[in-house]
């Protein structure tokens, strides 16, 4: 049975081997002497070897640009602290300096599953270079040196430089929505998936461009959100900030559904009530919007069933384009089963250009591959969406390889949904506040909302047994 200790750090047996002989460590500890046995392994005194990397002068400047994000009390979206501790501070980064060696040598940390031929493809990227993986290992090697505060960038003093200190990423919201009440989930709830309505404020009676979004999860059993216009959320993933003059609209509806999914372990006190949140920043009067955001869910299917025991099963859906249109971002969607991910541009001519290959799916760190390049997908092509699921014993997260698994909502069941924010290439030049709002869209996106709002899915939250379905929407709008 693994320990606390290896369970918040994601450990395997062959890690801690490897975590115990690095910090020297002859014998083991528990979770709560780990700290103190780590920060002996790592005196912050002077270097040990005259040439080691110190944190202020090498180890800080990596830590900024990869880690920080999630390692800080307001990781991004999630409501508070993703990670099991901070790298903010000197302080807080010393005592885990071995961890940290462990984890970037070992390629799970900083979390970013796209293949490595995609390196300056998309916005946020975390590929770590060996230089930089090195750079770690020499620094807790040497006994996690301070070094001189001087020696750290002219613009980084500390992570804290990048620090969330206020309460939301995107700047201050113009429009917050919350749950009207909490949502109560109970000891026996394990995998619980429902839409919660949020009622938006009487005084929006116009429709509003949005320039970015946010949501922030009111509970750390909270494993991901979606609703429109928001998009998701979920471990790992950035807030919705569109590039300049593209936008999305909110219509003037009464209320926006968000589809909730809370995974949790069962039995006395472990029951919680959360009341997540979601933020927008709306484009000003007189400012310009050239290209209107739309957003489609490419589902595989909703009946299909992945064999028991099998490898490596795949199933695919193209998504065609009427005009030229660019790409601006893609996001896979499996559940625990999932292998791999593939989104392939198809061109008028027969060419095939891989836009992501994920190789090693991971369900706990989902998240949204936005280009920062827009591939333009011409008039006549298709985007092709492959997804891959291992349902074999050989898959270390698989709950059950000696089932048939269906599509479902549980977390033992199974989605292959592939995610698309698209823009048409051609601008439309339209002034915020004096324009009027086409009309077609407008019906079109109100359509969707209410149809969200008004969509029935459980709202009690009840123990899902491995097998058991849930009715599934026939639109392509599931989480």
């Known amino acids: ?39 002996s392994a790592a005196p912050a005194a002077a270097d040990v070897h005259a040439n080691a990397p110190t944190w202020y002068a090498d180890v800080l400047p990596i830590v900024a640009e990869n880690c920080a994000d999630c390692h800080q009390p307001q990781g991004k979206n999630m409501g508070g602290m993703v990670a099991p501790f901070s790298l903010l501070t000197y302080e807080e980064a ?44 020499a620094w807790a090697e040497a006994g996690a040196p301070e070094g001189d505060p001087a020696d750290a960038p002219a613009n980084l003093a500390s992570a804290e430089e990048v620090e969330q200190t206020g309460e939301w990423w995107i700047g201050e919201p113009d429009l917050v929505l919350a749950f009207g009440e909490p949502y109560h989930v109970e000891d026996e709830a394990s995998d619980v998936n429902i839409d919660v309505n949020l009622d938006v404020p009487e005084s929006y009676t116009e429709p509003r461009w949005i320039k970015s979004s946010e949501m922030r999860a009111g509970s750390e059993h909270v494993h991901h959100i979606c609703g429109e216009p928001f998009g998701c959320i979920a471990p790992g993933w950035d807030p919705y900030v569109y590039p300049e003059g593209f936008a999305m609209l909110l219509p003037p509806v009464d209320e926006i559904a968000l589809g909730m999914h809370y995974n949790k372990a069962t039995g006395a006190g472990t029951a919680f009530d959360d009341v997540s949140r979601a933020a927008m920043v709306f484009y000003e009067d007189g400012e310009t919007i050239r290209h209107i955001v739309k957003r489609s869910v ?25 005009e030229d249109t660019y790409i601006l971002s893609v996001t896979p969607h499996m559940h625990y089963r999932g292998k791999q991910a593939k989104y392939e541009l198809v061109y008028p001519d027969g060419r095939t250009e891989l836009l992501l290959w994920v190789p090693e799916y991971d369900f706990e760190w989902q998240r949204m591959y936005v280009f920062k390049d827009p591939p333009i997908a011409p008039a006549g092509s298709k985007l092709v969406w492959t997804p891959t699921w291992d349902n074999s014993s050989d898959n ?6 000696t ?77």
């Open 1 to 39: 049975m693994q320990s606390l200790v290896q369970r918040a750090l994601g450990l395997t047996g062959a890690s801690v081997l490897g975590l115990m002989g690095l910090i020297g460590c002859a014998g083991s500890t528990t979770a709560s002497g780990a700290g103190e046995v780590l920060a």
């Open 94 to 137: 010393e005592p885990w300096a071995a961890v940290m060696a462990l984890r970037v040598a070992e390629g799970a940390m900083p979390p970013w599953d796209a293949h490595p031929t995609h390196e300056g493809t998309f916005v946020g990227e975390r590929y770590l270079s060996e230089e930089a993986k090195q750079t770690i290992a």
């Open 298 to 322: 490419l589902a595989v299917g909703f009946d299909f069933v992945i064999p028991a025991g099998h490898p490596e099963y795949s199933l695919s859906l193209e998504f065609p384009f009427e």
């Open 396 to 401: 270390p997260g698989n709950p059950d390889p």
């Open 403 to 479: 089932v048939d698994v269906p599509y479902g909502e549980p977390t033992v069941m199974e989605m292959g949904n592939g995610w698309l924010d698209y823009a048409a290439v051609e601008p439309i030049e339209h002034v915020v506040g004096q324009d009027p709002i086409p009309q077609d869209y407008l019906a079109e996106v109100t359509e969707q909302l209410d149809g969200r709002a008004n969509r029935q899915r459980p709202r009690r939250a009840v123990l899902i047994e491995p097998g058991e379905s849930r009715p599934s929407s026939p639109n392509n709008d599931s989480n």
